[in-house]
Nanobody, 123 residues
Framework: QVQLVESGGGLVQAGDSLTLSCAAS????????MGWFRQAPGKEREFLAA????????DYANSVKGRFTISRDNAKNTVALQMNSLKPEDTAVYYC????????????????WGQGTQVTVSS
């Protein structure tokens, strides 16, 4: 298990950019696939992006492809989600996630979750 703590959420205007950060505690961070999910009220938890342990593979949901970028710094035990051209429909609680082995494409593949950080985009 790895412990995850998100930060960087807040209230922004449509069209703005925001970067979320996730700090991980653990001695084997580089062995985990990392990702981001979000969940809006009344909706399922939605996959957004994933990145492999060495950063060589990245995957994005169609809803955010071209606007969001996932990255990681294994020396700092951090993963980030850069969000550009934000829309009101991006409003949700954003969760950092880790998976040891399985590729992260659905909530069931996640072994560790952060506590979540709220992102609100006003029109």
């Amino acid at each position: 298990q790895v412990q995850l703590v998100e930060s960087g959420g807040g209230l922004v205007q449509a069209g703005d950019s925001l970067t979320l950060s996730c700090a991980a505690s653990g001695r084997t961070f580089s062995s985990y696939n990392m990702g981001w999910f979000r969940q809006a009220p009344g909706k399922e938890r939605e996959f957004l992006a994933a990145i492999s342990g060495n950063g060589g593979r990245r995957d994005y949901a169609n809803s955010v492809k071209g606007r969001f970028t996932i990255s990681r710094d294994n020396a700092k035990n951090t993963v980030a989600l850069q969000m550009n051209s934000l829309k009101p429909e991006d409003t949700a609680v954003y969760y950092c996630a880790a998976s040891r082995g399985p590729w992260m494409i659905a909530p069931g593949s996640v072994s560790s979750w952060g506590q979540g950080t709220q992102v609100t985009v006003s029109s």
